[in-house]
Nanobody
């Protein structure tokens, strides 16, 4: 089983930054595609970013392009989400997710088999 643990969330003012981390254990991490999703109460889980096994390819939701950066350090079994220029609408619980193989699209939450418990990001105005 793959285990994922998110960290790095917190309370920041608009325009601030946070670096979220997703630490993995239990499997060969480099073999997995990893993504970040976020969810606000009452809303569907929203795709944020994904990264290929090698880290060479990344994918972003339009809402975060130019502000967020996903990266991975396979030697540390960790994926990061650098969030810059944060806006109040970025407030959500952020989850990391992993899967060995994507069947259709990086953007679909149901593609991912393993999920962390989430870390809260709150952006004040």
């Amino acid at each position: 089983q793959m285990q994922l643990v998110e960290s790095g969330g917190g309370l920041v003012q608009a325009g601030g930054s946070l670096r979220l981390s997703c630490a993995a254990s239990g499997r060969t991490f480099s073999a997995y595609v990893v993504a970040w999703f976020r969810q606000t109460p009452g809303k569907d889980r929203e795709f944020v970013a994904a990264i290929a096994r090698s880290g060479d390819s990344t994918y972003y939701a339009d809402s975060v392009k130019g502000r967020f950066t996903i990266s991975r350090d396979n030697a540390k079994n960790t994926v990061y989400l650098q969030t810059n220029s944060l806006k109040p609408e970025d407030t959500a619980v952020y989850y990391c997710a992993a899967v060995y193989s994507i069947s259709r699209s990086y953007y679909y939450a149901n593609e991912y088999e393993y999920w962390g418990q989430g870390t809260q990001v709150t952006v004040s105005s």
